[in-house]
């Protein structure tokens, strides 16, 4: 079974802190990974993509993500939170050999507080 | 570019009754998307389409659940004696290509059968 997990379900930092989500998923061959978020009441929007290359991939307000084929890791980090980054993130997964899918994590809730 | 477009935003319908989801995908991309949300399986994928015909409908429940994609420009979902267990957010979201591109998703539609 190919599977995305989150570890967390909630996070909560302080204003300016780093921060790290976590994302593991099982290793299945080729692999496209992607990052989005979701603010209450919204769809999700895009941060970040992997599928070759550099494994530290830079996304939209500051966000970055670090493959790892060893851990089988993507986590999600941010040196330097602000409160309007307080929203779930979820992991997503398309494996090559499935191909037409993504495959969402759970979701972790990032809560930033003043 | 107004994004995905999802109609209505929230609907509710009483047990039993058919409920008709409306979705219109960002003009040029190929690909169109069926999630479902909810608090206890968070996203679940339900359909897929490219340019218009049905590639992967593995997610749909066999019973009571279509969809469709009769022009570009839009595709619908449906459920036919529509029951408490549907209530959810119906996530719809489109992309130039496949699964390995970005996705845009729409807001959702909020359904809730009482």
């Known amino acids: 079974t190919q599977t995305v997990s989150q570890s967390d379900a909630h996070v909560t930092v302080f204003e300016g802190d780093s921060v790290e989500l976590r994302c593991n998923y099982s290793?299945?061959?080729?692999?496209?990974l992607s990052w989005y978020i979701q603010h209450h009441g919204h769809g999700l929007q895009f941060l970040l993509k992997?599928?070759?290359?550099?494994?530290v991939v830079q996304g939209v307000n500051g966000f970055e993500a670090e493959f790892s084929k060893s851990d089988s890791s993507f986590h999600l980090r941010k040196a330097s939170v602000h409160w309007s980054d307080s929203a779930v993130y979820f992991c997503?997964?398309?494996?090559?050999?499935?191909?037409?899918?993504?495959?969402f994590g759970i979701g972790t809730l990032l809560s930033v507080k003043p | 570019n107004a994004g995905v477009i999802q109609t209505p935003r929230h609907k509710v319908t009483g047990k039993g009754q058919e409920a008709t989801l409306w979705c219109e995908p960002i003009?040029?991309?190929?690909?169109v998307f069926w999630y479902r949300q909810t608090i206890v399986q968070g996203l679940e994928f339900l359909t897929y389409?490219?340019?218009?015909?049905?590639?992967?409908d593995s997610g749909m429940p066999k019973e009571r659940f279509s969809a469709q994609m009769p022009n570009q420009s839009h595709s619908t979902l449906k459920i036919q004696s529509t029951q408490p267990q549907d209530s959810a957010v119906y996530l719809c979201?489109?992309?130039?290509?496949?699964?390995?591109?970005?996705?845009?998703f729409g807001h959702g539609t909020k359904l809730s059968v009482l």
């Open positions: 992997y599928y070759s290359g550099n494994p």
């Open positions: 979201a489109s992309s130039l290509t496949g699964a390995n591109e970005r996705l845009f």
């Open positions: 003009s040029g991309h190929s690909a």
């Open positions: 389409f490219r340019n218009q015909a049905p590639i992967d």
């Open positions: 290793y299945g061959g080729s692999i496209y």
């Open positions: 997503a997964v398309n494996y090559g050999s499935s191909g037409n899918k993504l495959i």
